[in-house]
Every structure is written in C-alpha cells, then in structure tokens.
C-alpha cells in the first residue's frame, strides 16, 4: 500500500540516550516534513526538506537533526533526549512545495523522554 | 508574527449543520488547507481555498475571505464519525504551513 511509513509507533526513552525516528514514504514525492504535537497547540515544525540532498530548519529545530540522503527517506535525530522532547512525532510528504500541494502525514510515533 | 486563531471545542448533533471558524495572520498568503485528526490519528486532507468564496465537496464546504483573515469549515449532516480535530493551516509565503491548534468535535446523537 502506497503512502508514508513511521517507526517505531512508540518509545519510552531515558533522557539523554540518542534516538532516531525513521520515515519512509514511496509516493516518489519531493517534499518531507517532520513535526511535533502537543497537547493545546498545533503542529511545529521541526525540519523540512524541499528535495533530496537538502534539508532546511523550521520553527523548532533545536535539538532534533536530519538528513535526506535519498527521495524515500528521512530520518529524524534526537542527539541527547530532553523530558521536553516528549510529544507526537509526525512525518509528511508532499509532491512539491507550491501552493495546493497536499501533505500525506504517517501514522505518527508517540515519544516519552524519562 | 503568525497567528491562528480557531475554538478549541465544539458539540453538535448528529445530523445537524455545524460551522468552524477561523482567523489568521501570516507573512504572505498561498492558500488555506482544512485537515481532519480523529483522536489518535494522523491528519487527514479535506480541503483547499486559495480564492475568495465556497469550495463544496459532498457533506463538507469551506470558505476563504483573504481580505478578513476569515475561513470557515462547514459540515452537514453529520455522522458520529465526524467526531475528530478539525485543523485550520493557511500556507505563508515561504509556503510553508501554519497550523492551528484545532479544534474538536464531539457529536452527540
């Protein structure tokens, strides 16, 4: 089934500790996002990337790195885990960058900093 | 800076009409999406304005105003399983989207 593939759905992780959170989309789209959701507000980016071999900051990068090695993927990288970094974790797709261009999100991974 | 503004709860009943409103302010305007989040779930795509007026798609309609900052999401005759996050993202001028924090949905038979 086509779309947009997050792992792992969950994680409790102790603080400090380095995490990857890995997305996966074969829709052969160019544009990828990561966001995080918390209770009361409403996604936040945290990096995006317009195409395959760049990647760029969002409004609140610090913390988490990226990188796009090729088109399907793009992981994102908690270097040393923060309890603030508890939240839900959603990757995006999207065809392009321009306008009407809809964003495919995964299902989402839910991440507990101890 | 940006900003959206949408209620952070609503109650309807099953098969009635309900109107979700939203206000916003961004650098720059490319559109506006409306997404749905049923409880759990990722977001969900149900529409896209980028002119003034009502984009109808089946039990759903949506409305810009640019001019007013102004959008709404209709939904009529609703189902229990309308019960979800309705998200209001307007896109700035870097294209990037600026997301509401949503507002909820309960229907009650």
């Known amino acids: 089934i086509a779309g947009i593939t997050q792992a792992p759905t969950s994680q409790i992780l102790a603080a400090g500790r380095r995490m990857t959170l890995r997305c996966t989309q074969d829709m052969r789209h160019n544009a990828m996002y990561w966001y995080r959701q918390d209770l009361g507000l409403g996604l936040r980016l945290i990096h995006y990337?317009?195409?395959?071999?760049?990647?760029g900051k969002g409004e609140v990068p610090d913390g988490y790195s990226v990188s796009r090695a090729n088109t399907d993927d793009f992981p994102l990288t908690l270097a040393s885990a923060v309890p603030s970094q508890t939240s839900v974790y959603f990757c995006?797709?999207?065809?392009?960058?321009?306008?009407?261009?809809?964003?495919?999100f995964g299902q989402g991974t839910r991440l507990t900093v101890v | 800076g940006q900003n959206i503004d949408q209620p952070t709860e609503m109650t309807a009943t099953e098969g009635a009409i309900v109107q979700i409103n939203c206000t916003y302010q961004?650098?720059?305007?490319?559109?506006l999406f409306w997404y749905q989040q049923h409880a759990g779930e990722a977001p969900t795509f149900l529409s896209y304005?980028?002119l003034d007026g009502l984009e109808e798609k089946g039990r759903f309609s949506s409305f810009l105003s640019r001019s007013k900052g102004y959008s709404y999401l209709l939904l009529k005759e609703l189902q229990m399983k309308d019960s979800a996050s309705y998200l209001c993202a307007p896109m700035d001028s870097n294209y990037q989207l600026i997301w509401g924090a949503g507002t909820k949905l309960i229907i009650k038979p």
């Open positions: 990337s317009n195409t395959a071999g760049t990647t």
């Open positions: 961004t650098s720059g305007f490319n559109g």
């Open positions: 304005n980028v």
């Open positions: 995006a797709s999207s065809e392009g960058t321009g306008v009407e261009t809809e964003a495919f």
